[in-house]
């Protein structure tokens, strides 16, 4: 197999920022070749607006993964408590699932990715991966076209993987500037299967074939993360400090979200980018443990106000399932589709 190395160059679209040369991925190894008026308006416990489409999915202690379907509040079970699974993803499209599930027996460090259909559960890719560093706690994520499998790992030695839908190996990267990745490195995947990734204090997008950086915004924060994206491509979210900000793809308009006596995290977008879900109260609970309550809030607009005492803005929303009145927490991965 010929594998060959390839330099990466960082450019700079922000004409008010010093120009970085190259910041970049020196080893990509690759094979061969609004507004508040979008609130809910007067809805009570379990009961939500007919503008809230999709489905949330979130783990939650040894429930497993739940979902609950909107704008009706049911739903049930989606994935059994597993302590062997690793992650889950969902297909843009909702029909694919992809399950990513630590098999590794004595001696041998599997990790088992299945992507099965969502309407009757059949298999339709399955194969299983070993990591550089025989990781066994590595998570995947589809690309918008289903087509490749992008891999994270928890060892800094494996860098960030990505495959074909069908296990073959499709390129690799492994440091920025030999600076290796770090610890469960935020990597998320933007429209046509480009990539957007944190690394150090810089938010970073690489476009097909991975082989070019651009820089999206310098982030001089001493604590910020939580980064995601809607599937549009259009706005991010971030974490700095205690609250949720929102910016535009390019790194400008960044706006604060969020406010409490407390700390939010953990957003998702909405399938149609115009609300997010947040972990309101975010707290640990143990060394590697945290918790939070859902809330859901527009995406646009704000500061809203998410305490979990005080009075919250009209525009949000707690989530609480049908003929219930508790609001739900999570402590593990959500997604919106």
């Known amino acids: ?180 990745f770090e610890f469960n490195q935020t990597v998320l995947w933007l429209p046509n299967n480009s990539l957007l990734m944190k690394h150090k204090n810089y938010i970073i997008r690489l476009d097909p074939p991975y082989n070019s950086g651009t820089l999206v915004k310098q982030m001089d924060y001493a604590d910020w993360g939580d980064l995601q994206v809607n599937l549009q491509g259009t706005m991010l979210v971030v974490r700095i400090g205690n609250h949720l900000h929102t910016m535009n793809m390019d790194g400008t308009n960044l706006t604060q979200l969020t406010t409490s006596n407390f700390k939010e995290a953990e957003p998702v977008f909405s399938p149609d980018g115009k609300h997010i879900l947040i972990g309101t109260e975010y707290r640990q609970t143990g060394p590697f443990g945290y918790i939070w309550q859902l809330k859901i809030i527009p995406s646009t607009g704000g500061p809203y106000h998410v305490d979990p005492v005080e009075e919250n803005s009209r525009e949000v929303i707690p989530v609480i399932w049908k003929d219930k009145d508790k609001i739900e927490s999570a402590g593990g991965q959500m997604l919106w589709r």
């Open 1 to 180: 197999m010929n594998v060959k190395k390839i330099k990466i160059r960082l450019t700079e679209p922000l004409p008010d920022m010093r120009q970085i040369y190259l910041l970049l991925l020196s080893s990509f190894l690759f094979l061969a070749s609004c507004s508040k008026n979008d609130g809910p308006g007067e809805v009570g416990p379990g009961q939500y607006p007919n503008n809230l489409n999709g489905t949330i999915y979130y783990d939650w202690a040894t429930e497993g993964i739940l979902k609950m379907s909107l704008p009706d509040g049911t739903g049930g079970s989606f994935i059994p408590d597993n302590t062997k699974l690793n992650n889950f993803d969902i297909s843009r499209d909702g029909n694919l699932r992809l399950t990513v599930v630590n098999a590794s027996t004595l001696g041998q460090y599997d990790v088992r990715f299945t992507t099965s259909n969502m309407g009757d559960g059949s298999i339709v890719d399955e194969f299983v991966y070993n990591s550089p560093g025989g990781n066994t706690f590595c998570k995947g994520y589809l690309s918008p076209d289903n087509s490749l499998i992008v891999v994270t790992s928890n060892d800094q030695e494996d860098g960030i993987t990505i495959l074909k839908r069908n296990g073959e190996f499709f390129g690799r990267l492994h440091d920025i500037n030999g600076e290796q």
